[in-house]
């Protein structure tokens, strides 16, 4: 199913154990996209079955966060020593 322009969808992205050292002073990056390749096949964003197509469309991303769109990300902390 491909998303429509203008519409809020809801997502949770588990992203399975991974595990960072963040020092004072450093900073986190937030990076979305449409695919994750070559870790998994690249999304041509057309809504055909993966591996199928040759032409591409470009995906725009768009993180709604007002009121009615409170977004956020939990980063758990684990404390030092730990």
Do not use: K
């Amino acid at each position: 199913m491909l998303m429509q322009p203008g519409e809020a969808y809801r997502f949770e992205i588990d992203l399975w154990s991974t595990s960072n050292c963040f020092l004072t002073g450093h900073r986190i990056r937030v990076d979305l996209t449409s695919s994750c390749f070559p870790q998994f096949d690249r999304n041509l964003n057309t809504g055909s079955e993966f591996g199928t197509d040759t032409q591409m469309v470009v995906a725009n991303q768009t993180v709604l966060h007002d009121g009615d769109h409170p977004s956020h990300i939990v980063l758990p902390v684990i404390p030092e020593g730990v």
